[in-house]
């Protein structure tokens, strides 16, 4: 029988695991197979967050606000949700966060200082933006087991190895935004007692899959999106699930 925030414990282990065993690695790797690495990576962010964005079709989202506005729901989430994130600047104060923490274990110069963040904010945003997280989080916390949670521990163990080896010690940190994001989620679930309903679920799913694909161009250097100014977006779109059927009755 697990305890409520066993999930969220595992998970840290295997990306400090995961994280340890890619920065023994990385310094034995070429540049250019670093750089292959983390383009596989970023190809399969894509790949997952097209998946989950593809969740907008979900018949169960499509009964409970219409056909016609499940694309719209995630739309108004990234744009209502990228406003307030911008407005609080969430990009700019994690990576604060992050040069904080970059000062507190290395003392290196301004190229590592700025690798450090990269792989602090980069493995951040992989590890806690998706529908495992959210719904393996809640399920925890309600004493509905930490399957979930197992599965992406995992998943995060074998990707912790490729970051820490292509962008540094920066991706050991990022197991403190796992402990506080899902175990923030988890202790929600606990006092919540409820899971939500299926359709806002899938609109948490498709929004969160769009800012993985965000991520996913972040590591294939084509665009540096600002993904976490965007995070605000997985609180409105359960929101807007409520509210579109009533305005629109």
Not at 23 to 35: A, I, K, V
Not at 210 to 233: E, M
Request: net charge neutral; with cysteine.
């Amino acid at each position: 029988m697990y305890w409520p925030g066993f999930g969220t414990a595992v998970n840290v282990a295997t990306v400090l695991a995961g994280s340890a065993m890619g920065l023994l690695l990385g310094h034995r790797l070429p540049q250019r197979t670093r750089d292959t690495v983390t383009d596989a990576l970023g190809l399969v962010t894509l790949l997952i967050g097209g998946l989950s964005a593809a969740a907008v079709t979900s018949p169960r989202l499509a009964g409970a606000v219409g056909t016609s506005a499940p694309v719209l729901i995630v739309l108004g989430s990234l744009l209502i949700g990228g406003i307030a994130g911008s407005l609080v600047d969430i990009e700019r104060r994690l990576e604060s966060f992050g040069g904080w923490l970059r000062r507190r274990l290395t003392r290196t110069g301004s190229s590592e200082h700025e690798r450090f963040i990269e792989g602090f904010v980069t493995a951040s945003l992989v590890f806690c933006v998706g529908p495992l997280t959210i719904l393996g989080s809640l399920s925890d916390g309600l004493g509905l087991g930490a399957d979930q949670l197992l599965l992406k521990s995992a998943l995060d163990g074998f990707a912790a190895v490729a970051f820490a080896a292509s962008l540094g010690v920066g991706v050991l940190a990022s197991a403190i935004a796992v402990a506080v994001v899902q175990g923030g989620l988890t202790l929600v679930g606990f006092l919540v007692g409820d899971i939500l309903p299926a359709a806002h679920l899938d609109a948490i799913t498709a929004t969160g899959g769009l800012l993985l694909i965000g991520v996913a161009l972040r590591l294939l250097r084509i665009r540096s999106v600002p993904v976490a100014n965007l995070l605000p977006a997985l609180i409105i779109a359960p929101l807007l699930v409520v509210v579109v059927p009533t305005v629109s009755s």
